[in-house]
Nanobody, 119 residues
Framework: QVQLVESGGGLVQPGGSLRLSCAAS????????MGWYRQAPGKERELVAR???????NYADSVKGRFTLSRDGSKNTAYLQMNSLKPEDTAVYYC?????????????WGQGTQVTVSS
């Protein structure tokens, strides 16, 4: 089993910054990729940013230039640096780890961390 624990959410004013962390533990397999999704009230969960299995990064258009995804492989930890935050970034942010082995065991999710951008 894989466990994902997020931290770093909170309340921030527009234009502020937050850094989210996601620590993976348990039976971590080598062929995986981590990322972040978010879900605002009344909306579907959407991609924010994620690594590909090849190590590159994909960002949602709405966060390009403001958010940066990084990782510490030795610690199985992924980070999301969020700058220039906007009220529309308010959501619960979920860490994701995807299994790219064949056959895959699918996606693993953290419990979510609330990010609120408000003055």
């Amino acid at each position: 089993q894989v466990q994902l624990v997020e931290s770093g959410g909170g309340l921030v004013q527009p234009g502020g910054s937050l850094r989210l962390s996601c620590a993976a533990s348990g039976s971590i397999f080598s062929l995986n990729a981590m990322g972040w999704y978010r879900q605002a009230p009344g909306k579907e969960r959407e991609l924010v940013a994620r690594f590909t299995v090849g190590g590159s990064t994909n960002y949602a258009d709405s966060v390009k230039g403001r958010f940066t995804l990084s990782r510490d492989g030795s610690k199985n930890t992924a980070y999301l640096q969020m700058n220039s935050l906007k009220p529309e970034d308010t959501a619960v942010y979920y860490c994701n780890l995807r299994d790219y082995r064949v056959p895959s065991t699918g996606d693993y999710w953290g419990q979510g961390t609330q990010v609120t951008v408000s003055s």
